[in-house]
């Protein structure tokens, strides 16, 4: 007979009792898995970064990876050539497809053929595309607007919206939103950038307890800062932002300005792999036992106390009421 302390607390969630009785218990962290051969994950931003580094580490890992990028060129961008060399000899399977998160069409199209590469629906969805442009909220005009929240917000419900349906379909799937440690803070000069996080978590939270009786996991990647090539895209995409501005709006935030410089160029130190690892161990984790939330670096003091905060509250407004069954499913 199973131990009670190991049920799946999908499987808790269907029987009638589980509002008051529901025993399951946080697992333990998960170990590196040994493979990962036979399971499916589709890669959004995958031309450098987090993207990059989990297509190659979850194939190394035997796993199926559908990489997409924008811009693809026909296959020929230099991004997704030296991404394919790079994955040959690897246990399992790397596939490079175009698909733009902030174009609707791109992402239909682009999640059936990565449905079709995985012989039905995917396993594991990574929504990692994102942008980051800083700067005084006065100074953000509506194109950087536009493309931070298309990019970081839109893009990523519009991807998992596309996604679900096979999911649902086998009861069983993993979507691995990356958020952000400001995702859950707010600081100056990335007001904007905070806010499309901030909608993120909040969204993809929703989505959990909404998925929770139908045998989908949702966890919230939330990195903290990381030397990824972010913050050299990110840096033009500012100067350019910077230089669309009246002068008279540059010169009255100019220390806002110097300090957001010098943040986007300011050396980061912590390891990026730290990210592919903790997504494979979230792979290999029982369906049902992953956690709402993985913060990931080497300090992640902050964010694990407001999420502690944060989820005190929604244990208040949730645990009791037509909610408590899928907020007990998500947060035990």
């Not at 190991?6 to 808790?12: E, M, P, T, Y």
């Not at 898995?33 to 035997?62: E, K, M, N, Y």
């Not at 296959?75 to 399977?93: F, I, M, N, T, Y």
Request: proline share 6%.
């Amino acid at each position: 007979m199973q131990d009670s302390r190991n049920l799946n607390r999908r499987a808790l969630l269907g029987a009638a009792s589980v509002a008051a009785t529901a025993l399951a218990t946080s697992p333990a962290r998960a170990q590196a898995p040994a493979s990962l051969a036979g399971r499916s994950v589709l890669i959004t931003g995958s031309s450098a970064g987090f993207g990059r580094l989990s297509a190659l580490h979850l194939a190394g890992l035997g796993a199926t990876v559908i990489a997409s990028m924008r811009n693809l060129d026909g296959g020929r961008r230099p991004d997704a050539v030296s991404l394919l060399q790079e994955a040959k000899g690897l246990p399992g399977k790397v596939h490079v497809i175009e698909l733009d998160v902030t174009r609707p069409d791109q992402v239909k199209d682009g999640v059936a053929k990565a449905e079709k590469i995985a012989g039905g629906g995917l396993d594991v969805l990574l929504s990692n595309a994102g942008i980051g442009i800083s700067g005084p909220i006065e100074l953000q005009d509506d194109a950087a607007l536009e493309l931070q929240m298309q990019t970081n917000l839109l893009g990523g419900l519009r991807v998992a919206r596309a996604a679900l349906p096979g999911m649902r379909a086998r009861r069983a799937g993993l979507i691995l939103p990356v958020s952000s440690q400001l995702g859950r803070m707010i600081m100056p000069n990335i007001g904007a950038y905070c806010s499309s996080k901030w909608g993120l978590e909040a969204a993809f939270e929703a989505m959990a307890y909404e998925l929770a009786p139908m045998g989908v996991d949702v966890t919230i990647l939330q990195p903290g800062g990381y030397p990824t090539r972010i913050w050299e895209s990110g840096s033009r995409t500012v100067e350019a932002m910077f230089a669309r501005n009246e002068p008279e709006r540059i010169q009255a935030y100019a220390q806002h300005v110097a300090l957001t410089r010098a943040s986007m160029r300011s050396p980061r130190g912590a390891d990026p792999m730290d990210i592919p690892r903790a997504i494979a161990e979230l792979m290999a984790m029982p369906a049902g036992q992953r956690p709402l939330r993985r913060p990931v670096h080497p300090n992640t003091a902050m964010t694990v106390a407001v999420n502690k905060a944060m989820a005190g509250f929604q244990a208040q407004a949730l645990g009791q009421g037509p909610f408590a069954a899928w907020h007990t499913a998500v947060t035990t």
